[in-house]
């Protein structure tokens, strides 16, 4: 069984730089995907960043340059750098896995960016 814990979540001045970090437990039968969600109150959840075994990664074009995903595997935890943030990053922001067709959630971690 896959455990996820985030953390790294806070307020944060506009402009401003946070580090997310997604702490996985238990055994990872594949690391073929890694990704961030966030769902902030009234919108639709939406993929953030994703990285694949391969390397590859992904961004939603809102974030696109401003956020860095990257993973340590030793660690066995995947982060999320965000600069230049902005009060519409504001969300909680949730790390997710998909482990052979099977989807792993962990508990959110509240951003908060202030104007």
């Known amino acids: 069984q896959v455990q996820l814990v985030e953390s790294g979540g806070g307020l944060v001045q506009a402009g401003g730089s946070r580090r997310l970090s997604c702490a996985a437990s238990?055994?990872?039968?594949?690391?073929?995907?890694m990704g961030w969600y966030r769902r902030a109150p009234g919108k639709q959840r939406e993929l953030v960043a994703a990285i694949y075994s391969s390397g590859s990664t992904h961004y939603t074009y809102s974030v696109k340059g401003r956020f860095t995903i990257s993973r340590d595997n030793a660690k066995n935890t995947v982060y999320l750098q965000m600069n230049s943030l902005k009060p519409e990053d504001t969300a909680v922001y949730y790390c997710?896995?998909?482990?052979?067709?099977?989807?792993?959630w962990g508990q959110g971690t509240q951003v908060t960016v202030s104007s």
């Open positions: 997710a896995t998909n482990q052979g067709g099977n989807d792993y």
């Open positions: 238990g055994t990872l039968v594949s690391r073929n995907f």
